[in-house]
C-alpha cells in the first residue's frame, strides 16, 4: 500500500514541470504550468496597445458655416487671431473642400469614407431609409477613434455631434452609434445639428445633463466646451503622461443661433456699413493679395444661378435697394456673427495656452477648419429665429428690425441674410448646400505642426477633399488602417494623405477624382476641371435631373468658376457626367432627393404612431426628442394629463421646444396655462383657467381646421378640466418641426433647456402633488404617418 501511494505523489510532481496545454491567446508568450511559481507571466499579451514613440496628439478644430473670406488667415474681416497665430506658425490651405453641409462633411472626417457610403447623403435629421441615406455608419467604415485608440490613443469628442441616427437620439436607443460607441473615451456637447449657446442641450457621454450654470452667472456653450477640453486632456496627461491624444472639437460656431457676449459684439460695431457686395470687392483683393486665389480672379455674380433654378430664399437683396433701417439691420447681422466666431475662437486659444504652458504644443498636430460654406439659412431679410427656415415660415423684415437690440442675446436665435452669405463665401458662386460651387464647398484649414512641419506661414493650393484628413492623421501618427476592425473587414479609405503638402510647397496633389451632392446638386472634380449641374430647389426643377444643365470649369485657371467652358468642351462635359454617375453608383449617391423641408416630412424617420394613436409619458424622465415623440406639428392632437394637486401646486406639467417654438402646460398663481409659442412670435397665444386642489384630469385639445399659405396650421385649441372645455380660442401652430436643437424635446414635470414662456424660469420644475401621467393622443390625423406606416408593415411582413 504504502509503495503505492508514492504514485500519484511522483506524478504530480512530474507535471509541475511540464507545460499545461491551455489556449492562451496567439500573442501571448508566457509560460503557462501547473504551478504559478513555475509559470512565467506575458503582461505584453495584455495590456492596451501603446502608441508608436513620439507619436503626436491631434487636436482637430471644426467650426459650422464659416465661407473661406470670413476670417482673418484668409484676409476676412472677422478676427480670429488664435487662428491667426496657429497660421502664423503652420500652413493655410486654399483649395481644400467638404461636402456643403455639416452631417456629411463630419461623418468623412470621422471614417475618411465619401458622405453617402457612411449613410450621410444629408443631415442626420433628415435621413431616408436608403444606404445613402440611412444616417448610420457601417461598421466596415471604423472611425478613426477606433483605430487611434487601438493603437494607444486616449480619444476625446468635444462639442457638437450631428452624427448619431436620428433614430437614435432617445436615451432608450442603442448607443452602439453614440460617441462612446464610435471609439471615443469621452464626450461633451450636444447630439443634434444646433443649440441654444445660452441654453445648450447638453450630453456627457451617453447621458444627458443639466448645464452647469446659467447665462446670468457668465455661462456661454464656447466656454464651457473650453473648460472641459482643458479638463480631459488634463486627466489623461496627468494619469498616462506618455499616451498622446485625440481630440475632436466641434463649437457651436458658427451656426446659428448667432450668441456672444455683448462686448465681442461691439467690437465690429460700423465694420459691415459698407454692405455684403463692397465686402466681396474689399476681401477679394485681400484674398489674393494674401497668395489665397490667383491674380486674375475674377468675383462671380451676385445671384448666380439661371432664371428658372433660383429660389426665393435663396435670392440676395441688394444693398442699394434697402432702407437705411434695414441696412442698419442687416449690418448689425454680420457684427454678431463676427463677435460669436471671435469670441469662440478666444475660448479655443484658452485650449492652445493650457498646451503651450504644459509643454504639449511642439508635438500636437492642430487643425482648424470649418464644415462647410457659409449658411443662407437666414433668407434674404435675415431671421430672428432660425426655425423659420425649418418651418418653412417667411421672416418679416419689419418684424426682425423690431427685435434689433436683441439680437446675440438669450432672446433671439438669430441668423444673418443670404446676402452675408454670399458675402462670405466669395468670390465663389452660392454658399452652404449647393455642392457642386464652391460657395458651398470651398472652406478654411490651417494645420500646425511645430515638430512635424518645418514650414512656417506658408499657403498650400493642392487641391484636397474632407474625406483626406483622416489618412492624413493617420500618416502622421504612424498608424496603418487595418483590413480588419473587431473582425470586420474594412472599406478602403477614400481619402488621401496629404502629408505630402507638409513637406513640400509644390508638391502635387495625390487626389485624383472628388464626386458631389446635396439635395440634388451635383459636382464632379477630376485633375483641375470640375463639372457642374446646375439644379435650384424650385418646384419646376423638382425630380427633373435628367433635364439639368451641366457646366463647366477648368479650376486650375479659375478659381471661383466664373467661366463656364461647357460649350467650348461638349465632349469634356460628357465624360465628366458619365463620371460622376460612375462615382454615384459605387458610393450609395442614389436615389437623388431634392424634396423641400415640408416634402421631408413624408419620409423623414419618426416613431411609428401606436394603432390607437396613443402615447403615455411619466414624470421626471429625461425629454424626449422629437422624432421619438408624439407629433404635435401640422395636426390635430390631446393631451391630457392625471394629477393630484395641492393647493400650492406649480410647475410644469408637459412641455416641449423652447421660447422660439414650443408649447407648454404649467400650473403658475392657482392657475392651470397653455401656451403656444408660435416661433416664438406675438402675439402670445394662451389659455388659462383657475385651478381647485386635488384629483383632476387636465389638458388641451387641437383641432386643426386648414393649413395656410404661410405654413401655418390653423385650428381651434380647446382647454380641459376633467373632460370639460373651460377656454378655447383660435391658434396656429408649427407645420413641420419645434427645433433641431435634440435636447428640447418632450418632457413631463419640467421644461427642458430654454424656456418656452416667459412667464417662469428655467425648467420652473412641478412641485407640490403628483404627476401620474400624460396622454397624447393623435389617433384623430394620423394622414401624415398612413403611407410610412404601410410601408413599414409590408417590410416586417
Known amino acids: 500500500m504504502k509503495a503505492k501511494s508514492i504514485y500519484p505523489l511522483l ?4 507535471i509541475s514541470a511540464i507545460t499545461i496545454a491551455q489556449n492562451p491567446p496567439a500573442d501571448f508568450k508566457g509560460d503557462i504550468k501547473l504551478d504559478i511559481r513555475d509559470s512565467k507571466p506575458d503582461w505584453d499579451a495584455f495590456l492596451y496597445s501603446k502608441a508608436p514613440k513620439d507619436s503626436p496628439n491631434v487636436l482637430f478644430i471644426l467650426y459650422d458655416d464659416t465661407g473661406q473670406a470670413t476670417w482673418s488667415p484668409y484676409g476676412g474681416r472677422v478676427n480670429m487671431p488664435v487662428l491667426d497665430g496657429l497660421a502664423a506658425d503652420g500652413l493655410t490651405y486654399t483649395q481644400w473642400h467638404t461636402t456643403s453641409v455639416c452631417s456629411p462633411t463630419r461623418s468623412t472626417l470621422l471614417t475618411g469614407r465619401n458622405h453617402h457610403q457612411n449613410g450621410y447623403g444629408t443631415i442626420a435629421e433628415s435621413a431616408a431609409g436608403y444606404p445613402g441615406y440611412s444616417g448610420h455608419i457601417p461598421q466596415s467604415n471604423a472611425t478613426i477613434a477606433t483605430i487611434l485608440r487601438d493603437a494607444g490613443y486616449s480619444t476625446f469628442w468635444i462639442g457638437k455631434n450631428h452624427n448619431v441616427p436620428v433614430d437614435a437620439f432617445g436615451m432608450g436607443a442603442s448607443k452602439k452609434d453614440w460617441p462612446l460607441g464610435q471609439g471615443f473615451d469621452r464626450y461633451y456637447g ?64 458658427n451656426h446659428a443661433p448667432h450668441h456672444a457676449p455683448k462686448e465681442y459684439i461691439d467690437k465690429y460695431k460700423g465694420k459691415f456699413d459698407d454692405g455684403y457686395e463692397a465686402y466681396r470687392d474689399w476681401v477679394l483683393k485681400r484674398m489674393i493679395d494674401k497668395g489665397v486665389l490667383p491674380k486674375d480672379t475674377k468675383l462671380t455674380p451676385e445671384n448666380p444661378m439661371p432664371e428658372g433654378t433660383f429660389a426665393e430664399q435663396d435670392m440676395v437683396r441688394p444693398w442699394n435697394t434697402l432702407s437705411a433701417e434695414e441696412k442698419k439691420l442687416f449690418s448689425h447681422m454680420a457684427e454678431v456673427f463676427a463677435g460669436y466666431s471671435e469670441y469662440t475662437d478666444a475660448q479655443i486659444g484658452r485650449v492652445i495656452k493650457y498646451l503651450k504652458e504644459s509643454g504639449q504644443y ?48 438669450v432672446d433671439s436665435y438669430n ?26 464647398t470651398c472652406d478654411p484649414l490651417v494645420i500646425c505642426w511645430p515638430k512635424g512641419i518645418k514650414a512656417r506661414g506658408e499657403m498650400r ?20 488602417m487595418p483590413e480588419y476592425v473587431n473582425g470586420i473587414k474594412q472599406t478602403p479609405l477614400a481619402g488621401v494623405s496629404m502629408i505630402s503638402s507638409f513637406k513640400d510647397a509644390n508638391a502635387p496633389t ?29 418646384p419646376s426643377n423638382i425630380g427633373n435631373f435628367d433635364k439639368d444643365k451641366w457646366e463647366l470649369y477648368h479650376t486650375d485657371i479659375d478659381r471661383s468658376q466664373s467661366n463656364d467652358l461647357a460649350s467650348q468642351y461638349p465632349e469634356k462635359v460628357k465624360e465628366m457626367k458619365k463620371l460622376w454617375m460612375d462615382e454615384a453608383k459605387k458610393n450609395n449617391v442614389l436615389p437623388l432627393n431634392d424634396l423641400s423641408i415640408l416634402e421631408f416630412v413624408k419620409i ?110 390653423l385650428g381651434t385649441m380647446k382647454l380641459y378640466i376633467d373632460y370639460k372645455v373651460v377656454a378655447q380660442a383660435p391658434f396656429r401652430t408649427q407645420p413641420h418641426r419645434y427645433s433641431l436643437n435634440s435636447g428640447e424635446g418632450l418632457a413631463v414635470g419640467y421644461d427642458v433647456g430654454d424656456p418656452v414662456s416667459k412667464n417662469y424660469g428655467y425648467k420652473f420644475p412641478f412641485a407640490g402633488g403628483t404627476i401620474k401621467k400624460v396622454t397624447f393622443d393623435v389617433s384623430n390625423d394620423q394622414y401624415i404617418d398612413v403611407e410610412k406606416e404601410f410601408q413599414r408593415k409590408m417590410k416586417t411582413e
Open 11 to 14: 506524478f504530480i510532481l512530474c
Open 190 to 253: 450636444f447630439i443634434g445639428g444646433e443649440t441654444n449657446q445660452w441654453y445648450p442641450a447638453l450630453t456627457e457621454d451617453n447621458h444627458a445633463i443639466d448645464q452647469p450654470y446659467l447665462p446670468d452667472q457668465g455661462y456661454h456653450l464656447s466656454k464651457d466646451l473650453a473648460d472641459k477640453a482643458i479638463q480631459y486632456i488634463s486627466d489623461s496627461k496627468q494619469a498616462s503622461p506618455d499616451k498622446p491624444w485625440y481630440m475632436w472639437y466641434c463649437p457651436g460656431a
Open 362 to 409: 511642439e508635438n500636437t498636430l492642430i487643425l482648424y477648419a470649418a464644415d462647410n460654406g457659409a449658411s443662407g439659412e437666414g433668407s434674404p431679410n435675415g431671421s430672428v429665429n432660425e426655425n423659420y427656415f425649418f418651418n418653412s415660415y417667411p421672416d418679416d423684415v419689419k418684424d426682425n428690425i423690431a427685435k434689433i437690440n436683441k439680437l446675440g442675446t
Open 415 to 440: 441668423h444673418y441674410p443670404t446676402g452675408w452669405a454670399m458675402a462670405f463665401s466669395a468670390p465663389y458662386k452660392m454658399y452652404k448646400r449647393y455642392s457642386g460651387y464652391s460657395g458651398g
Open 461 to 480: 493650393s493642392q487641391y484636397y477633399h474632407s474625406t483626406d484628413i483622416v489618412p492624413t492623421i493617420l500618416e502622421a501618427c504612424g498608424v496603418k
Open 510 to 538: 495625390q487626389k485624383k477624382v472628388q464626386y458631389y451632392e446635396m439635395l440634388g446638386t451635383r459636382g464632379i472634380w477630376k485633375e483641375g476641371w470640375i463639372a457642374t449641374a446646375v439644379h435650384g430647389p424650385l
Open 604 to 713: 423623414e424617420y419618426y416613431v411609428a404612431v401606436p394603432p390607437d394613436g396613443k402615447y403615455t409619458y411619466y414624470p421626471n424622465t429625461n425629454s424626449v426628442p422629437e422624432a421619438n415623440a408624439a407629433s404635435t406639428t401640422g395636426r390635430s392632437f390631446k393631451i391630457f394629463a392625471e394629477v393630484d394637486l395641492k393647493s400650492e401646486a406649480k410647475g410644469v406639467i408637459v412641455s416641449q421646444g423652447s421660447r422660439f417654438g414650443g408649447y407648454s402646460l404649467y400650473l403658475k398663481d392657482k392657475k392651470i396655462n397653455f401656451e403656444y409659442n408660435f416661433l416664438g412670435l406675438d402675439p402670445l397665444q394662451k389659455l388659462s383657467y383657475a385651478m381647485p386642489a386635488g384629483k383632476h384630469i387636465i389638458g388641451v385639445e387641437f383641432v386643426k381646421e386648414k393649413m395656410s399659405p404661410k405654413a401655418e396650421c
